[in-house]
Structure formats: structure tokens, C-alpha cells
């Protein structure tokens, strides 16, 4: 039985350990509900030993936002799945989800634990806690519940704290307890006695670094994640995963460099934001960092399906070198990489990533003629050149390389741009793939004459001028080390004129009919605090309906 029902079934059975004038002090006193301190008040009694920690606030205004986007045929699977979840959640309890529990509910933390018994240690753990806004409904609630409900239920006490066994008709245990006006729930024994145990002291998780950060508010996240220590979590993970490959002390070394990590997701009138905040050891931060540019997205067309960017992969490079000397697994990854480069007489630290040093980008962008057009859309990349001879002598050698593999290989003038192009032996005199500077520091390559010829001069209008990208991109960190961007719109429009149609599910296209885009920037101003943000754009019903007729 999954921990959701168990929770909901919780509702109804946990009035037995409410009853009485003893339950009712638990309740009493404090109108505000949950403690009045929202999340951070249900991390005091989460063990500070917690994996991981998910909030889901009860924030009426963001779920209505959400409720509004969509056709008719995804909010009809919304009200379906619904409505099969209102049946599996309260059967058993004899309570209405929108009358009785919804208005009551204010948010809901659930945490990941270590094993904490030989029985479950093949597995975390976990453990639920539910606040409420008014404890007082909330006792009459549970009372109610008790009359609609059958469970089996035996009570102890643990520290002079009622804790209950709670046993549903079909069966599955799970235990519960009442804590500082909250319901905490697990389906084991142990996360409850351990809550109980943090209420009356012990270290908590609202004790950690950054659990005010991450838990106590300052914005509108209708969904919050916290992992403490990132290291602690993927080493637990990996201990409880016995088919997984062992990590060695090295590699443990350098994941421990990866500390906290908070996220957010907010409901917003255009769509859905996600920011996450990761705090690092400063040394995993190139030396030389700064942040991107942003010039090269100039050089895309106006229909560009996606676009990524970032800057420094020579940096980057040199900084996973330095981090490998103490990996035995990495070395051995690069040294192949090495030696595969040595057998084209190709030096890949100098030759290939050396000159890296300015911006990069890569796109798609859409193609409708030639032997790119039969797939529909051809690649793009553009990058910075710190060191132009250096580049141009490596594309020297991969011309002669091609050459010998049968590939004609030849100049020509695109306009006023000369061009590199690599065609096939026999049949069609269209370019495989070509190259050309752009200006004295950055070199292009893209696939397909129309690419090549495209991508030769710059753009009558380019991707910034097209209003999905304007209206997603506005509001992201505009001092990013990179930014990335789907116009998932067009990327379906393509999607649904090629044979890949056939292959998807009717109920996966109208959920993607929904989303109009994504965009994404990542920044690392601080060496010591890495930050990645998104933004989906989504569409409401009167705009699906407008773009249908």
C-alpha cells in the first residue's frame, strides 16, 4: 500500500488517538493551526538524520492558477485521475476530500530516512507530516472520520506520547502520533518514535544549515525540496542498491563536495517556475569563471526549435581533468578518449579543447529541403575560437581524415562567406556538414546546404525577435553562464507531420499541446553556490481552443 493512502486512510483512523480530553489539548489554543510556523515548524520534528525532505503547501491561489491551464481533454484526465483518487483515499474514512479535508489542510512534509530497523534496511524510509489551519475542525473532522471508518487500531505510548497501529480493512499496517498540532505518519514503527524523540529535543531538521532556506517560506512555492547533504544521499542510495557498481573513496570524496541542494516550484499566471539552489565546495568552480556573453543566439533564426548555450568548455575541461587525478575511473575514461584522439593525430587537450575558451551554442532549426529536409530540422553549432590557428589546423586534419573515408571535401562562396563542405563520394552534391567563420573569432558548422547557406550571413530575424522565446526568456537571470530553450509548440508541429506521429499516445499529445515552451539559465556567481532555474510556458483553455480553430 502505497504511503499516500496510507496517509489518507490515516485521516479517518487517527481520531482514536485524538479521542478524549487528552487529544483535545494537542488541538486546543492555537486557532492559526500547524504551529504557526508552516513548513519549518513540521521540519522540528523530522530527525535530523532525514535524507531528504518534500513539502507540498496547500496555497488555494497557485492550485486554481494551475487549474486553468489546459484543454478540456487534460483537465477531463485531471478530473478522472481525480476522482480515482478521492475513491481510493477515502473509502475507508467516510470523508469528503473537497468538503471536509482540503479546506483544513495546510501543507504536507515528507521525509526520506535511513533505514532505521534490520527489517527495512533494503529500503529509505519514510515519514509524513500534516499540518492543518484549524485544529479545532480538525479534532470534529477526525471524529467523524472515526464513525465512517473501519480500522483496526492498538495504541502504546512512547515518552508519554500516544503512538497508534493502525491496520486498514485490506491490511498494511502503518503508525501514527499527534506532535505539536501535527499528524506524523510512517509505515514502520521507528520514524515515529524518532519524530516523537525529536519533539521533546533531539536534533531536528530544521536544525541543519539552510533548512530555514529551504523550508521556512519567503516565496510562493507550491512544492519545495531539500536534501541536506547531497553526498550522504547518494552514498545511503548506493548502499541500499546491491546490484549498483561500489563508488570508490575517491569518488566519494568528490561527490561530498556537493552539499545542499534547495528547490522551489511556483505556480505562476504563464506557466510553472522551478529554481534550485545547490551550495558546492568553491574548488569545483573554474578559476577563471565568468558569465556567458549571450551573443551567439543573434546568429539563430527566428524559428529555432531549441537552443542551448554556455561558455568556457576549455575551462570546464581543465577543471575535470584536475578533479580526475584522484579518480582511477575517470583517468581511465579520459585516457581512452586520449588515445582515441592520438589514433587520428589529433592532440584532444590542445587541439580540440584547448581553444574552446569563449561562448558555444547549439540548435535545431527546422529544414524542409534537401536530405536534411526528409528529417525536418538539421543542427547548428557556433563557438568562440580563444586560439584561431590552433582551430583552423584541426579542421585541417578532419578534412583529410573525411577525405580519406571517401568524402569530397571542397571550398566554395556562400554570398560573401566561404564555406568548407563536406559532401558524399556519389549522388547528391549537398553538403553533409560545412563550416565557416563567422568572424575573426567564432566558427559555425550545421548540416544541410540550407543550414550552411543559412547559417553564412546573419538572419533577417533572429530567435530573440520570436515572442515565445521573449516571453519565456524575459524574466530568467540575465548575468547566466548558459540558458537553454524549446519552443515545444513548433517541436510538436514537426513531431506531428513526420512518421513519429503515429507512435504517440493521444492522452501524452494533448498534455504537450499545453506547453507552449521551456527555458532554462544556469549561474554560478558564486563559487560556493550554483543556481539552475526553469520556466514552462503554459497555455490556458481559451488559447488551445483559439489555436484549434
Do not use: C
Not at 83 to 99: E, R
Not at 243 to 251: R, V
Not at 495 to 500: D, F, G, I, M, Q
Request: no cysteine.
Amino acid at each position: 500500500m502505497s504511503l499516500i493512502r496510507k496517509s489518507a486512510i490515516a485521516l479517518g483512523a487517527t481520531a482514536a488517538i485524538a479521542g478524549g480530553a487528552g487529544a483535545y489539548v494537542y488541538f486546543n489554543g492555537l486557532p492559526g493551526g500547524g504551529g504557526g510556523e508552516g513548513l519549518y515548524g513540521s521540519a522540528e520534528i523530522i530527525p535530523d538524520d532525514a535524507m531528504a525532505a518534500v513539502a507540498l503547501t496547500n496555497n488555494a491561489e497557485a492550485w486554481k492558477n494551475l487549474g486553468n491551464f489546459g484543454s478540456a481533454a487534460t483537465q477531463a484526465q485531471a478530473d478522472g485521475a481525480l476522482q480515482d483518487f478521492k475513491k481510493s483515499f477515502l473509502d475507508d474514512t467516510g470523508l469528503s476530500l473537497d468538503d471536509d479535508i482540503l479546506p483544513l489542510l495546510e501543507d504536507v512534509v515528507v521525509a526520506l530516512l535511513p533505514p532505521t530497523s534490520v527489517e527495512s534496511a533494503d529500503a529509505p524510509e519514510m515519514l509524513a507530516v500534516i499540518s492543518t489551519n484549524n485544529p479545532i475542525k480538525a479534532l470534529q473532522l477526525l471524529t467523524k472520520a472515526k464513525d465512517g471508518g473501519e480500522v483496526k487500531i492498538e495504541t502504546s505510548e512512547h515518552q508519554g506520547v500516544t503512538l497508534s497501529e493502525i491496520t486498514p480493512p485490506e491490511g498494511g499496517k502503518f503508525y501514527s502520533a499527534i506532535l505539536n498540532q501535527r499528524l506524523v505518519i510512517a509505515p514502520t514503527r521507528r520514524p515515529v518514535e524518532m519524530a516523537i524523540e525529536t519533539s521533546k529535543g533531539d536534533d531536528s531538521l530544521a536544525d541543519l544549515p539552510r533548512a530555514a532556506q529551504a523550508l521556512k517560506g519567503g516565496d510562493d512555492s507550491v512544492l519545495r525540496l531539500y536534501i541536506p547533504d547531497y553526498g550522504d544521499l547518494l552514498t545511503n542510495i548506493m548502499a541500499l542498491s546491491p546490484d549498483a557498481s561500489p563508488l570508490s573513496p575517491e569518488a566519494l570524496e568528490q561527490v561530498g563536495k556537493i552539499d545542499s541542494i534547495v528547490a522551489g516550484l511556483t505556480v505562476e499566471e504563464a506557466g510553472l517556475r522551478l529554481k534550485a539552489t545547490s551550495e558546492l565546495d568553491p574548488s569545483l568552480r573554474p578559476t577563471d569563471y565568468q558569465a556567458g556573453q549571450g551573443e551567439a543566439v543573434n546568429r539563430f533564426p527566428a524559428n529555432t526549435v531549441a537552443f542551448f548555450n554556455g561558455q568556457g568548455i576549455s575551462q570546464s575541461w581543465d577543471k575535470m581533468l584536475e578533479q580526475s587525478e584522484a579518480l582511477p575511473e575517470s583517468t581511465m575514461v579520459f585516457d581512452l578518449m586520449r588515445n582515441a584522439s592520438q589514433q587520428i593525430d589529433v592532440d584532444l587537450d590542445k587541439e580540440v579543447f584547448g581553444w574552446m575558451t569563449g561562448e558555444f551554442a547549439f540548435g535545431i532549426v527546422p529544414v524542409q529541403e534537401g536530405l536534411v529536409g526528409q528529417v525536418g530540422m538539421g543542427a547548428v553549432f557556433v563557438m568562440d575560437s580563444g586560439d584561431r590557428p590552433t582551430t583552423e589546423a584541426l579542421f585541417a586534419k578532419l578534412d583529410k581524415l573525411a577525405a580519406g573515408n571517401q568524402l569530397k571535401v571542397g571550398e566554395k562562396s556562400v554570398g560573401k562567406q566561404a564555406v568548407t563542405a563536406w559532401q558524399a563520394p556519389i549522388g547528391s552534391e549537398e553538403a553533409i556538414v560545412g563550416r565557416g567563420w563567422l568572424d575573426e573569432d567564432s566558427i559555425f558548422l550545421a548540416t544541410g546546404d540550407t543550414l550552411v547557406a543559412n547559417m553564412s550571413e546573419a538572419p533577417v530575424e533572429s530567435l530573440p525577435s520570436n515572442p515565445i522565446f521573449q516571453s519565456i526568456m524575459a524574466d530568467l537571470p540575465k548575468n547566466a553562464m548558459g540558458y537553454g530553450f524549446v519552443n515545444v509548440e513548433q517541436a510538436l508541429a514537426l513531431a506531428l507531420n513526420s512518421p513519429l506521429s503515429q507512435q504517440l499516445d493521444p492522452q501524452v499529445l494533448d498534455l504537450l499541446r499545453m506547453v507552449e515552451g521551456v527555458g532554462m539559465a544556469s549561474r554560478w556567481e558564486k563559487a560556493e553556490t550554483s543556481e539552475v532555474e526553469f520556466f514552462v510556458s503554459l497555455k490556458s483553455e481559451d488559447e488551445l481552443e483559439a489555436a484549434a480553430n
